[in-house]
């Protein structure tokens, strides 16, 4: 599950980043702060991921 949530993020990261490109000043602040909130949560994902401490035994056994 945590899985599907993380490529969900690094989705919506790859949108955000093609987005910046063609974005005008006003909308690339608002999508930078949005891409920082998301790479926190990818980072928090990926952590859950990797720490058997802090998933369920399903999770950490995939």
């Known amino acids: 599950m945590l899985t599907t949530r993380r490529e969900d993020t ?3 990261i790859a949108a955000a980043v ?3 490109e063609t974005a005008d000043d ?3 602040a608002r999508l930078r702060k949005s891409l920082n909130s998301v790479r926190y949560f990818d ?3 990926e952590e859950l991921e990797t720490d058997t401490l802090a998933s369920p035994p399903e999770v950490a056994s995939e």
């Open 43 to 45: 980072r928090l994902l």
């Open 18 to 20: 093609d987005q910046l």
């Open 26 to 28: 006003d909308e690339r």
């Open 10 to 12: 690094l989705a919506q």
